[in-house]
């Protein structure tokens, strides 16, 4: 099952502008738990560059067309924020990227 990523990236002096906007788009897009398990809701750090904010989200069996969808037009809500950046990828789980090279996960005590 694919995990969808999140990762932005943004100075301090617009928190409360991405603040603003994240609360905005959770109301005007209500989570759809039946898409996707949610694995990191929203994992903060920062450092001189600014704030990250890191999300991870498991996709359910079949459904990782309508959760990529769902994500795409929520982060479509930070588009007006100048020097707000993201990037959302896919990552495969342990398992689905052996079996994508024939092999095998080793048996685990």
Known sequence: ???IVIDSHYPPSINQDVLTTWLGAMEKYPRPEDLFKTLIQSAVSSNYDGLRVFSAF???P???EEA????TKFMTSFFHIEDYYY????WATIEEA????????????
């Open 68 to 71: 990529a969808a769902y994500f």
């Open 62 to 64: 079949g459904k990782y």
């Open 58 to 60: 498991q996709t359910n």
């Open 98 to 109: 052996m079996e994508s090279i024939g092999a095998k996960m080793p048996e685990r005590s």
């Open 87 to 90: 990037e959302m990828s896919t």
């Open 1 to 3: 099952m694919p995990i």
